[in-house]
């Protein structure tokens, strides 16, 4: 396990394929989505390729393996387009293992032909040869690779170590790193509707199960006390929670803190925790005086996420998961809630992943997920959280937030249909000014995207506050 945050976030991000498959183009807009730089190993090899190629492709492979491994082992964390050939190293296998998450670009051939068929590339001058290595690398590709990609948001999934596929908690024993013991954290709902399903899928593995209260009662010290004490696991095992964004939020913050940080593996089984509450590392339990006051940031070595557990998701819970997934989609500018089960999932998981990569500790662009929360927050207080659901607030908060933005409510209106809530009005100003102390700073959604920190005048934050209220 490398890195700090338990997942392997201070690996390079290496990008695999067969020529035509991308990564030149790739490496790029996925440095951008993560926040690094992107390193075109073609590029740095300072050599003319063709003309070395043409004196055999041992004397190119010589200079490009130990270039590739140098940057491999020396620079910052980047992204790495790699030469398609490179991989037949020895060193530069051994070079990705210890210091990348692999990720192999899964293009077809005939996609890769097309597209350098015209070039001067020196192994692609014939199409029979070109599909006859084809053949021969791909295994070799998928031995190596970490994580297989189609596109951008499955290469920033993969560098979160987040697994998005339908059938993926049948796959969960070789799905959590390594092959030590697993202790099973579940909701006691879900524990009888998937609970058997994640203990055969981690056969051997399982060393224990453990249950935590459903709802807002798992984030309690009561319920963490009982939890430490029933773990037995030693300090190779790995802690997987079965659950929705409550089991995720306390089991991830009893992972975070027993024997000083196990290894966690998030399967989350809500909308709220497979688009939200499994993404990003932050972890936590309530207070009597509030909610999430105590928690730490401990990023699951892999989360795995099958959206056909959704299917057994009561109506309620799916509408409180599709508020965060329209902030999501007005965040990213993309109508992700038009999407069916699998990719709006993908792609709203995908959306978080890059935001939280590239400010893992929240000091700055995360504050864009708390779009429209500083007045979802003030409702729920006001109203004692009871009777008005976070989903609820939060679809209010987006149409406060969208009006101060000089934006169009209407696909806010017509997707989540948010109803003023019966709550007093002085209660519901007074908690929003205690959640926000100094000036009133909120998350606004421009016109080239969301802004946050955005000094707004209290008469207009409680004027459309007063708007929400029945
Ligand atoms: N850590 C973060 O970044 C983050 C982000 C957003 C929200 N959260 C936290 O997430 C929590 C809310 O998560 P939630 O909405 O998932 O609530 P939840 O965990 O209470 O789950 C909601 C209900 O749905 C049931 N359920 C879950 N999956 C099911 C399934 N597949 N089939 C049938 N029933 C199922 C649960 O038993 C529960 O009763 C809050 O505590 C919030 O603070 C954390």
Redesign the pocket.
Known sequence: MAGVHGADLNKHIALIGFMGAGKSTMAPIVAERLGRAAIDVDDELGVDIPALFAQGEEAFRAVEAPRTVALLAGTEPAVLALGGGSIKSDEVRDALGRYAVTVLLDVDVDTCWERVKASDRPLAQDEAAFRRLNDERRPLYGGLADAVARDVDDVVLAAAGVHVGRGSLGKLGSLVPGDGAVALVS????AG??GMDAQLALGPRLAETHELP???E??TLLSLDRLWQGLRLGRSGTIAAL???????AA?YAASAYLRGVPWVPV??????QV?????????I?LPQG??LV?AFHWPVRTVIDPA??????EA?RR??MS?VVKTGLLAGEPFWDLGDDELVRRCAAF?AGVCLRDPHDHGERKM?NLGHTFAHALEAAAGYEGVT??RAVALGLLAALRLSGRDVDQVEELLRPEPVPVDRDRAWEALLRDKKGPLRLVLLGKDGPRWDVEVPADEVRHELDRLIA
């Open positions: 909701d006691a709902h879900v509707i998937h459903s709802g807002e798992a984030k659950g929705g964004g409550t089991t995720t939020d991830g989350p089984t809500s909308l709220v925790g939200d509450a499994a993404i990003g590392g932050k972890t936590g309530d909610k999430n928690g557990l959704l299917e057994t998701l009561p819970q409180e998961g965060e978080k997920l976070h989903g």
